[in-house]
């Protein structure tokens, strides 16, 4: 049989076993054995089980991700993460759709402590949802902006997914962070933009609050803010300054957390417990994932998938941003039934020598892989920030309001896109400007 037919077939093999709920990482380590020995035989995949999963966990580099774990777990266990949302919301509920917009802002500034998409919808959503149902706010508008705006977890650094990305395509992981601020500021403003737009032309989706809060209380609220910003300027302006590496970035980000946690003598033995745990159960789970990603792209680099889709691009003359596009396409269409970290690791192997052949920079495509899998996060059938807020807000909200919600912020999403492919320093910039 021929190798390319394998690859398929294995492709194949591993979204069947997906659709059967049959877990990711058991699913990629099973049918890329499998795989490897159909092509090389059995001691060539038996060696692949033995060495690969070690040379992949043992990576410095990784050792960035059960440190940003921490970081976000102390945060949000020590309450943290509350106060965000409070003097947000003082400050902004006067505008139309204020409290949907300090929402928005909130999980922008939560989501550059947690360097996770599930973790900044799972947190916000507790937080802000019941306000603004309290407020008698649109069903979906309230848990559409905190599913949409969560995702930005994965791109205000620190992110994981860029840890993942950087690793793989063996691109600067500290750039790719940076590169990822403008865009998700970006983002969050056009989603502003939308929030307060809609709005105003319709103040039924966001009736006026009825408190009116003194400029003392907005003030007084900006007291219990400052860890927040001193978290993130201490992780961001480390790496920006080159003091720091992405890895040592994480370290010093949870050192952080612990500091500013204890300071507020909010850090007792059952929250760090707690945050521990949560680290280690994400880390877990992230690496065994990857260790099956890994054996998949030694599965596919075998099989020849990747020459024979540089080949079939040859032969239909798409070129240069035809690539890119037919990533992008690839991308939305898997992120609607995929994890993000599973889809990313999956798809890394088949189109980095695509994008590498093309001459195109990994930074400011690992940017736009970070936004096609936000927006896999919040597409139907399978938007995992979708189900996450589902599963805060229980029976209040149906699931298909949430998605009906989620599509305002669908276009903007596909906006961004837009602007980052046409304008390529937007996440360039602040990446030129490193050392």
């Known amino acids: 049989m021929d190798n390319v037919l394998i690859g398929c077939l294995g492709l194949g093999a591993i ?5 059967l709920r049959v877990p990711i990482a058991i699913t990629l380590i099973s049918v890329s054995l499998a795989g490897i020995y159909s092509i090389v035989g059995e001691r060539a995949a038996i060696g692949s089980l033995k060495t690969i999963p070690y040379e992949f966990v043992a990576h410095w580099s990784l050792s960035a991700i059960p440190m940003f774990l921490l970081m976000g777990a102390v945060a949000f266990n020590a309450g943290i993460v509350s106060s965000i949302y409070k003097a947000a919301r003082l400050w ?20 550059a402590a947690s360097g996770s998409s599930v973790a900044t919808s799972s947190a916000m959503g507790r ?55 403008i865009p998700g500021i970006l983002t969050a403003g056009i989603y502003a933009v939308m929030i307060a737009a809609r709005c105003k032309i319709n103040p039924e989706l966001a009736p006026p609050v009825d408190f009116k809060p003194s400029w003392n209380e907005r003030f007084a ?6 860890p927040m910003p001193l978290l993130i300027l201490g992780v961001i302006g480390g790496l920006y300054s080159g003091i720091v590496t992405a890895t040592e970035a994480g370290a010093l980000g949870a050192f952080l957390s612990i500091v500013i946690a204890a300071g507020y003598r909010r850090l007792t033995w059952d929250v760090m417990l707690q945050s521990i745990k949560d680290a280690l159960y994400g880390t877990g789970v992230i690496f065994f994932v990857s260790i099956g990603a890994v054996l998949l792209s030694r599965f596919i680099a075998l099989s020849g998938i990747p020459f024979a889709m540089i080949d079939f691009a040859e032969h239909f003359g798409i070129q240069g941003y035809g690539i890119v596009l ?56 399978v938007g995992l920030s979708v189900y996450t807020i589902k599963g805060v807000v229980g029976n209040t909200v149906p699931l298909g309001t949430i998605f009906k919600g989620i599509l305002w912020f669908l276009a903007c999403e596909l906006l961004v896109v837009v602007l980052l492919v046409v304008f390529p320093k937007i996440s360039l910039f602040l990446p030129g400007l490193m050392q």
């Open 127 to 181: 937080i802000a949802v019941p306000e603004m149902l309290k407020f008698k706010y649109d069903k979906g508008l309230a848990t559409g902006v905190v599913a949409a705006a969560g995702t930005l977890g994965s791109l205000i650094p620190p992110s994981i997914l860029m840890v993942l990305y950087g690793t793989f395509a063996e691109a600067s992981i500290s750039k790719l962070m940076i590169a990822g601020i």
């Open 15 to 19: 979204l069947v076993l997906l659709a």
């Open 221 to 226: 609220s900006l007291r219990d803010v400052w």
């Open 326 to 381: 037919f990533c992008g396409v690839v991308f939305l269409i898997l992120g609607m039934f995929l994890d993000p970290i599973g889809l990313l690791l999956i798809a890394l192997p088949v189109f980095l020598p695509m994008i590498e052949a093309s001459g195109f920079d990994l930074i400011w495509f690992g940017i736009l892989v970070i936004k096609f899998l936000e927006i896999g996060l919040i597409t139907p059938p």
């Open 92 to 111: 902004l509920a006067g505008l139309p759709g204020g409290l949907a917009i300090a929402s928005n802002f909130a999980c922008a500034g939560f989501a």
